[in-house]
């Protein structure tokens, strides 16, 4: 199919700056120095890729018509390619580089993501073919677009860097968060049929969980229709499942070491903690990849610019041996509660400390173990779960938010320290190590399960309780002080002066998890000798630099 000559392209966001500016390409274009790039832009619509099965995907091409093909960035996207050819296609080909923009597999086809890895590598044989690839290959970007990178990167000789954002190597450790069931997430996942639909998934996945119905009924209700990848995870028979398989390529990052990676996310995005476990696998295996980590959740403007920028100079670097390369120091973070950028070394940085608080009598988080034995009661009930403030999901305002209303609840435990007499500054990732008795009775469709939730708070002197992170873990009751071990959300937070840290322990977290059927009596053991505490990763203050 002939190349289009890009003509047109009114008010769309700006991936430079994140604001909007009308471009009609005409003499006021050319007055300000647009048009010659603009202008020289061609797309090649339509582009048939054969799959293995004979099935054919479809690709549009992007890249400068007045200059010899260079670097080729693929982006494969299940998500669909013309949107994503004005947030990644037209800014890179302005940049000077070719960028394929490739469908993935329809969602009514096939299990979601359970392809990628065919038909990547497929289409990396299709590439080798065409006669305006030069050898020299990027992968780049967001979310499924991320995961189906990671499951053909180990496999592509021609890679010469990767960029990924608010994407993680394994979807099943997000979806099944601590042996739970991201369920809020899930349910918008299914109902996201496109952009426009993604704004009224939210309101309608939780306007679904709060009806009460069954879950195996949720996906109607949310979309209008029985979705089998939404079936599919409710279904999970746990760990090791064929599921969990097919949406897991954690061992893939640890083969990456050779490959410069680039690695973005955001303090609220769900894909977060498998991100920073990606980054750590890197490591460990002798890569030097690089982290930044900004204040955004899953779908945020702010990150897309800061994620390309980023990545074009990444691929200018180390596709083209350009002289712009990164800092030298690879991880750059958003403290949090001090609102400021910060360069370290590495993730964690260099010098952080594991410090353990201590839950203790009447309500106190200290630094000092429990002087004597003890413990605290709540009692899970299904039909009034314990609700959970904004945090992490796919679509949605994810932002921390007041959660005082949530502590007066009886379901719920809390523990708070003394105001603090210096600023702490917490960058990693956060550790509950609790002792618990939980008992429920034993449905007769089968087991029963329970969850245990951990947040952490930063409580201001006006008495705003502000949540931090979280975390979640699926137990298996009768327990008899067992001691469980919840991981929390990566941070990097700085708590002021005369702030206070706060810990809160319940039984659900709805509708960000899955409610569980059973209601459920938990008993939190305090003992001098014992591990009920949170431990955070103690940074001295002032370290990295801005």
Known sequence: MPARRVAVMACVPCVCCGGYRCRCFDGSAARNGLSSVMFDLRIER???????????????????????????????????????????????????????VQDGRSAEDVLPLSTERADGLATIEWLRGQVWFDGRLALHGMSAIGFAHWAIAADTPELRAVSVHVAASSVAD????????????????????????????????????????????????????????????IADIGAGSQLRKLLDHGREPAKC?????????????????????????????????RLTIGPWGHYNLRQFVVANREARQWFH???????????????????????????????????????????????????????????????????????????????????????????????????????LDAPLEIIGTVVAELRLRIATAHPPRGRAVSDVVVRMCDVHPGGRSFNICEGVRRVEPP????????????????????????????????????????????????????????????????????
């Open 46 to 100: 339509d582009l048939s890729v054969p799959m293995p099965d004979g099935e054919r995907l479809l690709a549009d091409r992007y890249h400068r018509a007045s200059s010899a093909p260079g670097p080729t960035i693929l982006v494969r996207s299940p998500m669909g390619r013309r949107p994503l050819g004005i947030i990644y296609g037209l800014y890179f080909a302005r940049a000077g580089f070719q960028v394929v």
């Open 257 to 289: 070491a050779g490959i410069p990676v680039h690695l973005v996310g955001g303090w609220y995005d769900i894909f977060l903690p498998g991100l920073v476990r990606d980054y750590a696998a890197l490591s460990a295996a002798g890569g030097a990849p």
């Open 174 to 233: 997000t979806i099944f968060t601590g042996g739970s069931t991201a369920l809020e997430s899930v349910l918008i996942w299914c109902s996201n049929h496109s952009f426009i639909t993604a704004l009224r998934a939210p309101r309608r996945a939780r306007r679904a969980i709060a009806s009460g119905r069954p879950a195996a009924e949720l996906d109607v209700l949310t979309g209008g229709r029985t979705v089998s990848f939404y079936q599919a995870v």
């Open 317 to 419: 670097a180390h596709l083209r041996g350009g002289e712009d390369r990164p800092s030298p120091r690879p991880v750059r973070l958003f403290v949090t509660g001090v609102r400021r950028w910060r360069e370290y070394a590495s993730w964690p940085p260099p010098g952080t400390s594991p410090v353990r608080w201590h839950l203790r009598e009447f309500g106190r988080l200290s630094r000092v173990s429990a002087e004597q034995a003890g413990s605290d009661h709540f009692r899970y009930d299904p039909a009034d779960p314990t609700p959970a403030p904004r945090g992490p999901v796919i679509v949605g305002f994810s932002r921390p938010q007041d959660c005082r209303q949530i502590e007066s609840r009886p379901d719920l435990l809390t523990y708070t320290s003394d105001p």
């Open 479 to 546: 327990t008899d002080e067992d001691d469980i071990r919840v991981e929390l959300w990566p941070i990097a937070h700085r708590f002021a002066t005369g702030h206070q840290l706060r810990v809160q322990v319940c039984g659900a977290a709805v509708p960000r998890y899955m409610r569980q059927p059973d209601p459920a009596t938990y008993e939190l053991i305090r003992d001098p000798s014992g591990p009920s505490s949170l431990i955070l990763p103690t940074v001295p203050t002032g370290l990295g630099t801005c």
